[in-house]
């Protein structure tokens, strides 16, 4: 059926089930990147039927919506989707926190938490702070380096989106520096910045407005959740792949 578990095995000749995305949230699907199998996760899932989850970076979760923060949307999302399978989020975003920051603190919730995938949400903080693209970039590629070596897989999640983000060239490079990683450790990344543009113009059918500050609206996360666990549904029935080229 379509939207229940399978096991690893038999999704390798099945077609993925990925989760439904509403109405409003199908244009920007398209920003959700590249499917990138996650085999740590689909091989966790062969034994087990618990799914833990440990979400880090930008607190996301602290957004509220009708039914339940950003956080609570995937988990809901997630056990509709793997019929049977348990879902455990542990929120642990903190606001405003840098890439280096979370780094740190990351390494000690996955000792903690024993996670089974980290949805880390990157980039937006180290653009407002100007932190150097190269240095971005490494921080983040050691520390996915490291969660592959304690077999666990990794979600990024992009940065948000403002209109009058369009004209700063430091933070569309930190958001295409964070895609470059994404690519060159074919890890998943969800295209926020991207999906919220594709919405906001949709929507509108004009240029848009320049506001004061990012969008943090219940729509937007309501689909960004929807978009995780779309990527989620995809990456534990994905084939394995060889490095994908950057783009």
């Not at 499917?35 to 996760?41: A, G, Q, R």
């Not at 240029?207 to 978009?227: H, I, K, M, W």
Request: proline share 6%.
């Amino acid at each position: 059926m379509a939207g229940a578990f399978a096991t690893p095995a038999r999704a390798q000749n099945a077609a993925a089930p990925p989760s439904p995305l509403s109405k409003s949230c199908e244009g920007g699907a398209a920003a959700i990147g590249a499917e990138s199998p996650l085999p740590n996760l689909a091989a966790d899932l062969a034994q087990r039927k618990t799914l833990r989850i440990l979400a880090m970076g930008a607190a996301p979760g602290r957004v509220a919506t009708r039914r339940g923060g950003y956080t609570d949307l995937i988990e809901n999302i997630l056990e509709s989707a793997l019929k049977g399978v348990d879902v455990v989020m542990i929120n642990r975003g903190v606001s405003g926190e840098l890439a280096a920051g979370a780094v740190v603190r990351m390494k000690n919730e996955v000792a903690l938490e024993t996670p089974d995938l980290v949805l880390w949400q990157v980039g937006t903080n180290d653009a407002l702070a100007y932190v150097d693209p190269q240095d971005f970039a490494e921080i983040v590629t050691r520390q996915i380096v490291w969660l592959k070596a304690h077999k666990i897989d990794v979600v990024l999640v992009g940065l948000q989106f403002a209109p009058q983000m369009l004209r700063d060239d430091h933070y569309k490079k930190i958001r295409d520096t964070l895609r470059e990683v994404a690519a060159s450790e074919n890890v998943m990344v969800i295209r926020f910045f991207e999906a919220m543009q594709i919405i906001e113009q949709a929507q509108s059918g004009a240029p848009l407005p320049v506001t004061d500050e990012f969008e943090r609206s219940e729509a937007g996360y309501n689909c960004l959740a929807q978009y995780v666990a779309r990527a989620i549904t995809l990456g534990i029935f994905a084939k394995p792949m060889l490095k994908r080229p950057q783009p």
